[in-house]
């Protein structure tokens, strides 16, 4: 057999957003496992390098440079946090390679060497703000971590808001690794502000945390909910259903979407990593993008990463959530928005549902919410 493709994994076991990137790195496996199982890829099966950056720009560059210095791997895929994939991606440039990023994002970017493969503000920003304006009202007061997301999703949301005559009321960032106390602040600010909703950019371990604050001072989210595109399946697992409750996100992919290609994944992914883990869209896109980038290899027959980038302009892939393809214009992916809200059991139900999939536009977050249509779904709260 020929020597094997080496995909270097870059997903944080450790650190402030392991229990996501921890979903991330399974899905990476699983699809890697599942193309191995089936001959692996133009005759040869695919190696993962798995990395353990800890949720830290610095180790990430670090990890990025020894995988891409000797020719370890040239494609690379992971990275969770904003912060992360802008300190991977110089690298990524300088030794013309390819990342692979899984995950939502601010948007505003455009790397030669970098296929998106998350949502673009136009992907779930949008579609989240049109329904909560309508199910909940538009006076906002926003609550995030303290690094890049956060700052430029606020800023998208802030334009939105104001757009349809809204108003932010207030903008707190607590530290990235937080303590308890460090919601006292937003928590004390939200009770005096009275807003319609809160949206969060809190990441990774503080979540739960600002969602406890947020249930023990006994705000009612029927009708003042937590919305927020960083809390999915992962961070909810943190979370008691009482605490959890009434959260609204937007996403491509929830655990409960009904379909064969869904419920395969998801069953999958639990067969092999404990019939209770989460399975948020995070982990979906992880998997999807490993597929894509094997039929592209298949294609180019080679890994070359100008020569795969070349062929997944032409690359499309059934994925859990629904077809999926790389933008040749910015990299990014047709993904299918959804919105959903977290049930009094805490299991996410949709609320809308796109018809069909939106086009990547990292770029043109003004443009207007009017000219959405009313798809599927569309519930006000209960
Ligand atoms: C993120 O930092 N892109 C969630």
Same mark, same amino acid.
């Given at each position: 057999m020929n020597p094997p493709w080496r995909f270097g994994l870059l997903c944080s +076991? !450790? @650190? $402030?957003t392991a229990r996501v990137e921890t979903t991330q790195l399974n899905a990476s496996l699983l699809a890697i496992e599942q193309l191995n199982q089936a001959g692996g890829v133009a005759g040869r099966l695919i190696e993962p390098l798995v990395c353990d950056p800890a949720s830290n720009p610095k180790q990430f560059a670090a990890m990025a440079e020894r995988l891409l210095n000797h020719g370890r791997a040239r494609l690379l895929f992971g990275c969770y946090m904003s912060s992360t994939r802008k300190a991977v991606l110089p690298l990524v440039e300088s030794y013309r390679g390819l990342l692979f990023y899984p995950t939502l994002y601010e948007g505003f970017e455009y790397s030669k060497h970098c296929i998106y493969t998350g949502a673009a503000p136009n992907q779930n920003s949008m579609q989240l703000a049109r329904y909560l304006f309508g199910a909940y009202g538009r006076r906002f007061f926003f609550v995030g971590s303290n690094y890049v997301y956060p700052y430029e999703s606020n800023r998208i949301m802030a334009e939105l808001i104001r757009q349809a005559g @809204? /108003? $932010? &009321?207030d903008e707190i960032y607590v530290p990235l /690794?937080? +303590?308890?106390?460090?919601?006292e602040k937003a928590i004390r600010g939200i009770a005096r502000t009275k807003p319609d909703v809160v949206f969060s950019t809190v990441v990774g371990e503080g979540t739960a945390m600002f969602h406890d604050a947020f249930h023990k001072a006994g705000f009612d989210p029927v009708r003042l909910p937590i919305a927020? &595109?960083? !809390? %999915?399946e992962a961070e909810v697992a943190d979370m008691t259903p009482e605490a959890a409750c009434g959260h609204v996100t937007a996403a491509p992919?929830? #655990?409960? &979407?009904? %379909?064969p290609a869904a419920a395969g994944f998801v069953s999958a992914y639990r067969a092999r990593f404990g019939a209770d883990a989460p399975v948020p869209a995070a982990a979906e896109a992880a998997y999807f993008q490993v597929m894509l980038a094997a039929k592209a290899i298949g294609q180019a027959g080679s890994d070359d990463p100008a020569l795969v980038q070349a062929a997944l302009a032409e690359c499309e892939y059934d994925a859990p959530q629904g077809r999926v393809r790389i933008d040749r214009d910015n990299n990014h992916t047709y993904l299918w928005p959804r919105v959903a809200r977290l049930n009094a059991a805490g299991r996410f139900e949709l609320v809308w549902n796109a018809r069909t999939p939106v086009k990547p #536009?990292?770029?043109? $977050?003004? +443009? !207007? &919410? #009017? @000219?959405w249509p009313d798809d599927a779904v569309h519930q006000p709260p209960a």
């Open positions: +076991q !450790t @650190g $402030v @809204g /108003a $932010v &009321l /690794a937080p +303590q308890p106390g460090d919601f927020s &595109l960083t !809390t %999915g992919f929830f #655990d409960i &979407l009904p %379909g #536009d990292p770029y043109r $977050v003004t +443009q !207007t &919410l #009017d @000219g």
